[in-house]
């Protein structure tokens, strides 16, 4: 079983978008089995909250399922179950590394590293741009998925 957990600020917008994209894109092909997918935030902010408006309202306009989700912090214990941890952003990156107490077993990517780009994924919360997060989200997590299947 391949355990992915997708970490940002608050997670109920990039984190809870690439949840749900990365889990349909494993259903798509018929690996629901083979994968164990969360999220989960670096801050307190939000625990508890459902996913961001943006997020559910973008995801329905392109046909993909919202994963049933409320926040959570990311925890140290966290680091030792999940065989990825992607953060969002180069402060998503710092700050998971933080919770975790280093990174010993590069465990800890920004998910556009699997995309060959070292950018950050904008936070919609801010930027309210939401087509865009979807795009870098979308190809990070095809090539994610790609990744961990060769």
Known sequence: MIKILFICHGNICRSTMAESVFTHLVKQKGLEDRFEIDSAATSREEIGSSPHYGTVNKLKSVGIPVVPHRARQMSMSDYEHFDYLIGMDSTNVRNMTRIAG??????????????????????????????????????????????VLS
């Open 102 to 147: 280093g990174d010993p077993q590069r465990k800890i990517y920004k998910l556009l590293e699997f995309a060959g780009s070292n950018a950050d994924i904008a936070d919609p919360w801010y930027t309210g741009n939401f087509d865009e997060t979807y795009e870098d989200v979308r190809s990070g997590c095809e090539a994610l998925l790609r990744s």
